[in-house]
Every structure is written in C-alpha cells, then in structure tokens.
C-alpha cells in the first residue's frame, strides 16, 4: 500500500522564480494538505484540498498557489520566489475532511539561492 | 499567542528507560485533537498518537502514552523503555473543532544514549 509520495524530494531555485511540487496521496485518501517546514521550525499549515476545492488556508500569500486533480493528487505552486521560501514542504493526506490522522510524505526540500 | 508550545528544546534518555516530552496548548474550543508526530531526520512525519478532548481516558499506543490533564491544557508524550531508533524530532500538534489544520509546536529533539 503506497504511502504519500512526494516530488521532487530536493531542488534548488533562485530569487524570482517560480517552482512547482507534487504530491500523490495515500491510497483511499481524498484530502490533502500542505504544509510549510522551516528549518528549525514545526510545519505551518499553507492550505487544504478536499474535492478539488481550496477548503482553508493559511497564513500565507496568494505567491501561493495549488490544485487538486480528479485522481486526488495535488500540486503546490509558488510564484516569485524569495529566500525565505527555502523550508521543506511537506504533504499530507487524510480521509474527508476536516481531517482525523494526517498522513505525511517525506517532503521536498526548496533551497532558494 | 502560541497555541501550542513545546519548552524542551532537547532532551537526552539512555535507551531502556522512560521519558517525558512536555506540550502545552492553547485553546478557547471545547473540542479539539491533540496529536504527536516522530520526525527522523528522512523528514517524513509519523503519526504517533491521538488525543480527542472528550476523551475520558489517557490514550496509549504500544510504547507511547499521552498524559492528558484537560485542566492544566497539558498534553505530555510518555516514551516507555526508549530504543535507539527513538532519536528523532518530536512535535506535538492540535487540531480545533471543525478545523482543517493541524497547528505544530517547535518541536522537542530526542536522542536517545546508548
């Protein structure tokens, strides 16, 4: 049973451009989150799909961007990149929402030079 | 105001014996989740376990304990006969309500001495 998976798990981007994740959730699981790691830090909550609908949202800026597929599987975009962007973005799936247990991939790591 | 705080930065158990990682929380909702999370260093979050505020018993999973005390809004990580593989970041996490985020605390770094 395939676990979430992410990709890729590392890059590396300079100021101003825009990068795109992907994440494919457990099997079974219809909702996924994202969430923002900086380093040192526990995860901040960026925003959730659940029926290819932005459902909450973090306290973030709209530089942030994501999807939901019919499958599911997601995608996180970030525009402009900054050097503060650089963390480890995590995804997480669960079954409906608001979510019980969250389910979390090994992430991809954004270095922004 | 932190909703969720951990003041152990680190702690250091020798293997074989029990362990405490502290998490306090915040919250004005009657009804909430509590979650613990193991983080190795690979980066991928593993569920730990599960708390609900309605909940009249401290929950348990094999090694992993919580000890809940709704009162002090306290909901602290009870690792029993530590092992090796027990080094990782640990962070504890709250769920409010009908919310659909998870609110993480900075994290406790446990390593575990042989």
């Known amino acids: 049973d395939a676990g979430v998976t992410q990709s890729p798990t590392h890059l590396i981007k300079t100021r101003g451009q825009q990068v795109t994740l992907r994440c494919s959730p457990k099997?079974?699981?219809?909702?996924v989150s994202w969430y923002q790691q900086a380093l040192g830090q526990g995860p901040q909550f960026i925003f959730q799909y659940y029926e290819e609908e932005e459902r909450q949202r973090g306290n973030f800026p709209d530089r942030f961007s994501g999807h939901q597929f019919p499958n599911y599987s997601s995608e996180l975009n970030v525009n402009a990149l900054w050097l503060g962007d650089s963390a480890l973005y995590l995804c997480a799936s669960s079954y409906r929402a608001p979510p019980g247990e969250l389910f979390f991939g090994e992430g991809s790591r954004l270095t922004v030079l | 105001a932190q909703k969720i705080t951990q003041t152990q930065p680190g702690m250091f158990v020798q293997e074989k014996e029990a362990v405490t990682l502290d998490c306090t929380y915040d919250?004005?909702?009657?009804?909430?989740?509590l979650f613990w999370y193991k983080q190795p260093s690979s980066g991928e979050m593993i569920f730990l376990i599960y708390?609900?505020?309605?909940?009249?018993q401290n929950a348990t999973e094999g090694r992993y304990s919580l000890n809940f005390q709704k009162a002090r809004k306290s909901a602290n990580l009870v690792i029993s006969a530590s092992q090796l593989g027990d080094s990782a970041m640990y962070f504890c996490a709250m769920r409010e309500g009908h919310g659909q985020n998870f609110v993480f605390g900075p994290g406790t770094r446990l390593s575990v001495l042989p």
């Open positions: 708390q609900g505020s309605y909940d009249q």
């Open positions: 919250t004005s909702d009657p009804s909430y989740g």
């Open positions: 099997s079974g699981h219809d909702t």
